[in-house]
């Protein structure tokens, strides 16, 4: 069998961001306030080369993918539906969110993105978009699965 030689791609673009709103829990019983960032995302993708094409991957397919995925929490509030200290409950046009029960939020649903996650951390966002995740210049998270 021939030696299968592993390459890494990045992508990075200036439309590949997101403002968002959120806050975090920590240990215990503390919670932030809810504050905004301009998030930033990276993608890096490691394979094989298409022995065809001689590329892991086509970027434009990975930056409209990215941009999709973006787009679809830019401007929004993001919320943790798995967090077991804020409670997030849709009705109807609304969402109502409680933290440890006590009502604390409501937002317009269309103005929500409710996110299967624990806590809305830059871990877990990346985690969720499968991508690098910069919250503030130099703070980000990386999440990344091996393709095949
Ligand atoms: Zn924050």
Redesign the pocket.
């Known amino acids: 069998m021939a030696a299968h030689k592993e390459f890494k791609v990045a992508v990075t673009k200036d439309n590949l961001v997101f403002a968002s709103a959120?806050?975090?829990t920590f240990p215990g019983h503390r919670c932030?306030k809810l504050?905004g960032?301009n998030y930033r995302t990276r993608v890096v993708v490691e394979g094989g080369l298409d022995p065809e094409a001689h590329y892991v991957l086509d970027f434009s397919m990975l930056k409209d993918l990215m941009k999709r995925l973006t787009d679809e929490i830019d401007h929004k509030v993001l919320l943790p539906l798995g967090s077991t200290k804020i409670q997030v409950r849709e009705e109807g046009e609304t969402v109502r969110v409680a933290v440890a029960g006590k009502p604390r939020y409501v937002f317009p649903r269309e103005d929500c993105a409710l996110l299967p996650v624990p806590n809305t951390t830059v871990e877990m966002l990346a985690q969720y978009l499968e991508v690098e995740v910069e919250?503030n210049f130099g703070q980000s998270a990386t999440y990344r699965e091996s393709l095949g």
Do not use: D, L, Q, S
């Open positions: 959120h806050f975090i932030e504050h960032h919250e």
